[in-house]
């Protein structure tokens, strides 16, 4: 069965600490990996996917097959960062279009 | 920038009613999707649409529910018999190839009494 752990359901810091926002995830397969945000009053939308590599927003997310995680990084979080953040695999192939399976989310307060 | 809009943005509706949850995707996109969230409780993906069939749905997509898309624009999500459990926020996305960004709606909040 497709499983998606965000073991934090509260992450605080203060401005300019680092933040690591922890996702583990079983899946058969090779999933595609995406990191999705809500902030306040806001649709969800995505922050970063695994196969492009990108940093946005400061934010990286690396991806360690063996251990099957996929832990969101920022190294000096700022106040606008406070959102809800999900871990998302996706799997395509076989009988799969892009189905994501959401984690819990991980609702991150950045202090001033 | 094209978003994706969904309404209404809040139905209240009694048990055993009919509703149907409206979106219109991005125009370009070619994949459609439902989502649902449950107050406090994590957001579950219901079906996928693509080709103007049903590719894939999950267990909670059961023959209560049903999916639309009557006129190459408009994406509709139908709940034949509504009960109790199916109150939560809707979300329609749609993206223009899999495994791509799925830009999502704002949601429509379901409430059934």
């Known amino acids: 069965a497709q499983r998606v752990t965000q073991p934090e359901k509260l992450l605080s810091v203060f401005k300019g600490a680092p933040v690591e926002l922890k996702c583990n995830y079983s899946y058969s397969g090779s999933p595609e990996l995406f990191w999705y945000v809500q902030y306040s009053r806001q649709r969800l939308q995505l922050l970063l996917r695994?196969?492009s590599r990108e940093s946005i927003k400061g934010f990286t997310a690396d991806l360690n097959k063996g251990e099957t995680s996929f832990h969101l990084k920022k190294p000096f979080a700022q106040e606008e960062d406070s959102a809800m953040y999900y871990c998302?695999?996706?799997?395509?192939?076989?009988?799969?279009?892009?189905?994501?399976?959401f984690g819990q989310g991980t609702i991150l307060t950045v202090h001033p | 920038e094209p978003e994706v809009t969904q309404t209404p943005s809040h139905q209240v509706t009694q048990m055993g009613q009919e509703v149907i949850l409206r979106c219109v995707p991005i125009?370009?996109?070619?994949?459609f999707y439902w989502y649902r969230q449950i107050l406090g409780q994590k957001v579950e993906f219901l079906v996928s649409f693509y080709n103007n069939e049903i590719s894939e749905k999950s267990e909670i997509f059961d023959d209560q529910f049903s999916v639309e898309r009557p006129d190459g624009s408009n994406f509709t999500l139908k709940i034949r018999s509504t009960k109790l459990e199916d109150s939560a926020m809707y979300f329609c996305?749609?993206?223009?190839?899999?495994?791509?960004?799925?830009?999502f709606g704002p949601g429509t909040r379901l409430t059934v009494t």
């Open positions: 998302a695999p996706s799997k395509t192939g076989g009988t799969s279009y892009g189905k994501l399976t």
């Open positions: 996305a749609s993206s223009r190839d899999l495994n791509y960004e799925q830009y």
């Open positions: 125009s370009n996109h070619l994949y």
């Open positions: 695994h196969i």
